[in-house]
């Protein structure tokens, strides 16, 4: 028979390994995101372009099925630079990624609300974390997300293969797309927020981006 003193300890140690376990959890979810929030207030870096694979591999889509296509940023730093692309391929042929009529629109998978991997639908992206759900351009429609998905600037290089050259955060409005330099999970744009609030709670992540690109369609 098991004693109330040995019936005790047993609780209570399990009762701590639980909390711990939930612990571990949370903080490996929680790493991507928090370490992306926390760059904001470092020295500014530049995005490595990171070859996707042949440009050939994408232009086969039907409908709305945009290809996942994995990359890693830094060879070097594989388990932190390492992300997920999804591809759309809008059969058209301009190579010029800001173009009406561009060949390919490179979305980011990363959900703007905490930072969860969103995935491809028939009719957009949707997070199975929260439930926020975005349309086929990436514009949020539905749940806690704060923002549309970002964006990659891609261009096609001579080897035949796509890359992605920078990242951007955007806002969509009556079609149209803006670009800004890219911003973390949870972090809101120009216009959704007065100014100050937006730009000193919520400051810009660390791409040094270069000129922002202008609207486009």
């Known amino acids: 028979m098991t004693s109330p003193t040995n019936g005790s300890t047993r ?13 571990a959890i949370g903080g490996a979810v929680a790493v991507p ?7 904001s207030a470092t020295e500014a870096t530049s995005f490595r372009p990171v070859s996707l ?5 994408f232009t ?6 945009p290809a996942p296509a994995p990359y890693v940023e830094d060879p070097a730093q594989p388990l932190v630079s390492s992300g997920l692309a999804y591809v759309h391929h809008t059969g058209r042929a301009n190579r010029d990624w800001l173009a009406p009529d561009a060949m390919f629109v490179v979305f980011s998978n990363r959900c703007t609300h905490v930072g969860c991997p969103a995935q491809a639908t028939g009719i957009g992206f949707g997070c199975p974390c929260h439930g926020s759900q975005f349309d086929q351009q990436g514009a949020r429609i539905a749940g806690p997300a704060v923002r549309p998905l970002d964006r990659f600037q891609w261009e096609i290089r001579r080897d035949g293969n796509l890359w992605i050259t920078n990242r951007w955060s955007v806002l969509i409005d ?3 797309v803006r670009y800004f330099p890219v911003k973390a999970p949870g972090q809101p744009l120009e216009g959704q927020l007065p100014w100050a609030t937006a730009d000193i709670l919520y400051p810009a992540v660390t791409y040094s981006s270069g000129p922002v690109p202008g609207a486009a369609s």
């Open 174 to 176: 009556g079609g149209k």
């Open 33 to 39: 995101a928090a370490g992306y929030t926390l760059a």
């Open 53 to 57: 694979g042949p440009a050939a591999r």
């Open 60 to 65: 086969s889509e039907s409908g709305f099925d």
């Open 11 to 23: 609780r209570r140690f399990l009762s701590v390994v639980t909390v711990g376990a939930g612990a």
